[in-house]
T-cell receptor
């Protein structure tokens, strides 16, 4: 059972475009939704994260939109640059409370930004 | 520099030959975890540790062992590797309570022939 579904698998945009990556989750108990960015040969690195009590969070050119009722969240990259070319993973985790801080990941989106 | 380190970065081995992938963090984090990354499957948790001597299974623990004798180290042990364990492995750590950033190591690419 895939608890976090991510789309699209791959995405190609031109420089300056606004790629949008979407994720849908099933478990309504999830309360933390991070996006990770991974460059080839590197480990994932936290890009931006949101909790379900807000509908949008912006950090620089990166914005998360969150729709609790639809159980969906998305990543928007404004004014995309070739340096943004990477694999992006959405993830979700349950409330802590002393238990596993496991991240449940989507399958990833390979983003290519052409010059 | 705050970081998670893994060794080796690349390893080619043969079926049945025991191996250990080391993981170390210098952030005094209590929580550490191992994930494997496979094409089309994303990252899946293998084992995790809430603190020294406290470990538990994740989603795909079969064929793996871990230990947590020191806070900074969390080695992943494959007692008898098989080709289906060919994968990219990541160690991660986080500190504090509540949901927060997990820091990932650079990865270990393992090939089992």
């Amino acid at each position: 059972q895939q608890q976090v579904k991510q789309s699209p698998q791959s995405l190609i945009v031109q420089k300056g475009g606004i790629p949008i990556i979407n994720c849908a989750y099933e478990n309504t108990a999830f309360d933390y939704f991070p996006w990770y960015q991974q460059f080839p040969g590197k480990g994932p690195a936290l890009l931006i994260a949101i909790r379900p009590d807000v509908s949008e969070k912006k950090e620089g050119r990166f914005t998360i939109s969150f729709n609790k009722s639809a159980k969906q969240f998305s990543l928007h990259i404004m004014d995309s640059q070739p340096g943004d070319s990477a694999t992006y993973f959405c993830a979700a985790s349950l409330p802590s409370g002393g238990s596993n801080y496991k991240l449940t990941f989507g399958k990833g989106t390979l983003l290519t930004v052409n010059p | 520099e705050a970081q998670v380190t893994q060794n080796p970065r690349y390893l080619i081995t043969v079926t049945g030959k025991k191996l250990t992938v080391t993981c170390s963090q210098n952030m005094n984090h209590e929580y550490m975890s191992w994930y494997r990354q496979d094409p089309g499957l994303g990252l899946r948790q293998i084992y995790y540790s809430m603190n020294v001597e406290v470990t538990d299974k994740g989603d795909v623990p079969e064929g793996y062992k871990v230990s947590r004798k020191e806070k900074r180290n969390f080695p992943l042990i494959l007692e008898s590797p098989s080709p289906n364990q060919t994968s990219l492995y990541f160690c991660a750590s986080r500190g504090g309570s509540g949901a927060g950033e997990q820091f990932f190591g650079p990865g270990t690419r393992l090939t089992v022939l």
